[in-house]
C-alpha cells in the first residue's frame, strides 16, 4: 500500500512538468491568436461591414426601393422556392441514406459513402455543365423532353435540380456518423416493446438524430441560397425569372448599380447572419448535451 | 409459454454462428445459456426474439410456428447486454413506452399506464427515478430499468443477454438472486445468457451449455456439474485437473492410484484422462492405504474459509490444484515446500479428443 501513496505525488510531479514542457512560450502564443483574428477580421468582419455600409450608403428609402423593386421581389422568390423544394428532397434523401449506411450492411456501402461527396468535389460550374448536356436540347434527354413540352433548362426546375444536387452531402454527411455511432439497439428494444418500424424511426430514431439533423438543414440551407456557379449554368439568367438572389446580385453588380447590388447582398448576409446564429445555439445544444450524455 | 427451437442455423457470411441446433424451453423455467464468448449465444436470443432471421429450422412459441413473425409481434421481452434505454426519455417514460406505442384500440389509457409503470418501477425498487433520465441512473439501476421496461408490455417470453454483465460481482449476485425472486412470483418463461458458471449454477432451474454455435450439453445445474457430459463442460465449468490414466477393464489408473470407469468395461491398456474437480482431490499428510500419489507442496493460499494448495506429483509435468478447508488444513498441519499424498475421490474418465456423451 505504502508504494501507492508515494507514487501519487510522483506522478502528479512528473506530470506538472510535462504540461510545462509542452506550453508554448508566451509570445508565441499571443502572437497566434493576434494573427488569427487580424485574418478573421480582414477577411470575414470587413467585408461584412462594407457590404452593410455600402448597402446603406444612400439611406434607408434607396435600400427599400432596391430590395422591393420587382426583379429583386422575383429573385427573393425564387430563392425561397428553391429553398424550399432542396431542403425538404435533401432531408428525405439523407435520412434514408445515413439509415441505410448506418443500420443495415449491404453490397456497395463503401461506395456509396464515398459518391455522396461528389457533389462537394466537383466544381459548381462542372455540375451546371453535367446537366446542360443531359437536359439540353442536344442532350441525352432534351429531345425526349422536348417532346413532352417539358422545360428542364433555362427554367425553374433545373435550377432546383442542381441545387438539390450541390447540396446534397449536407444531412446525410452530418447523420451517417451520428447514427453510425448511436447503433440499432434502441431500435430493437423499442420493436421487441411491440412498436412498429414507423413509430420506432418516430419516436426513438428521430429524437436521437434531431440535433443532427437541424444542423445539416441549417447548412444545407445556407447553401441552396448561395448557390451560384451552376445557377449560374443552368438558369439561363432571365431577369425576373430564372435569377435567384446571388445571380440578381451579380446582374445589378454589371450594371453598375453599386448600391442596389450591395443592398440585396445585404439581405443574403442577413440570412447568413441568422443561420449563423441558429447553428451556434444548436452547436451549444448539443455540446451541453453531450456533456450531459456523458455523465 | 414453451420457446421451441427446431435444427435452427445461422450463418454470417461463411461462419456458422448457430450449428443446427434444437432445444426446447419449458413454460414458465428460467434457463441459463453458457458458453464461452462468440459461442452463439446472444445470436440464438437474437433468432427467438425475431431480431436474426435463422437460415434455416423453425421457431415455435407454443407449439406455434413464430420463424416468420414480425419482431414487433412475438411478445417477447429483450433485456439487451448494453440496456438499451431510450436516452431522451425519463425512466417513467422508457417503461411506459410498450404501452404507449400500441394500436389506439389496445391502449390503455393514461391512468392505467401511470399506475402500471409505477407499480413495475416499485417491483424493481426504483419509483423514486421515475423522473430521472438513464444517464443519471447507475449500471445496476438502468439495468432493473430495462427489466421493467420489458415487463410493461407482459411479455410471454424474457430474453435476457448477460443482465449483469457490466455489473461488479457484489451487486451481480445481488441482482442475479432478486431475478431469481422475480422469476418465482411471475412466472414467465425466461432465458438468460451468462458466460459466468457460477451464475448460471446458482440461479436457473436448467443450463444449457454453448461452444461454438452448438449445444454441448443440457440439463439441470446439479447433474451439468457431477455429470459433465464431455471434457469441454467438464473444463468450462469450474477448475478441473486433468489425468492421464490408462484404462484396462473397466478400471483407470493413475500410477497407484485405481479409478473405477465401469463404461470403459471393454477396453484394455488404452490412453484416457481422467478429470478431477479441486474440492474432490483428498489430501493425506502421510502414505495412504489404499493407494495415492505422492506430491510435493508447491503453493499454499487462503481464500476466506478454504485453503488452495498446489501440488505437484513426481510423474505429472503439470500442477495439480487441490482445495480443502482451512479446518482440515490445519488438522493435517501441511506446510508450503513440504509432502503430501493425494487421491481422487470423484472423477470422470474420457478418450482422449473423443466426444463420449456418457452419463
Ligand atoms: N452481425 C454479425 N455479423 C457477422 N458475424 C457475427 C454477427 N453477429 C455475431 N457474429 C459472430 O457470431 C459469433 C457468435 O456471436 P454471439 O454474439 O452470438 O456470441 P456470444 O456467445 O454472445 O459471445 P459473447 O459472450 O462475447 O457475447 C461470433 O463469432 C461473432 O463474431
Ligand atoms: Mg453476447
Redesign the pocket.
Known sequence: MSSSITAVPAEAVRSARWRRATEEPVWLKRSLIGLALAFLGLFLVLPLLVVLYSAFSQGLHAWAMAVTEPDALAAIRLTLLVVAIAVPANLVFGVATAWAVAKF?FRGKSVLISIIDMPFAISPVVVGLIFVVMFGSQGWLGPWLSAHDLKVLYAVPGIVIVVVFGTLPFIARELIPLMQQQGKEEEEASLTLGASGWKTFWYVTLPNIKWGLIYGVILCNARAMGEFGAVAVVSGRIRGETNTLPLHIEVLYNEYQFTAAFAVSSLLTGLALITIVIKSLVEWHDERRARRAAH | MSIEIDHVNKR??D?T?IDNVSLTFNDGELTALL??????????LRVIAGLEQPDNGRIRFHGEDATDLHVSKRSVGFVF?HYALFKHMSVFENVAYGLRVKPRGQRPDKAVIRDKVMTLLSLVQLDWTAHRYPHQLSGGQRQRIALARALAVEPKVLLL??PFGALDAKVRAELRRWLRRLHDDIHVTSVF?T?DQEEALEVSDRVVV?NQ?RVEQDGAPERIYDYPANPFVYRFLGNVNLFHARIHNGVARIGDVALEAPEFAGYRDAPGEAYVRPHDIEVFADRHHSGALHARIELVSRVGPTVRLELRTDESAHVVHAELSRHRFQELGLVQGGEAWIRPAHSRVFLPDTELAAG
Open positions: 450492411e | 454470417f457470411g461462419f454462428a458458453g464461452p464468448s462468440g459461442s452463439g449465444k446472444t445470436t440464438l447486454q443477454d448477460e445468457v458466460h454453448m454455435g
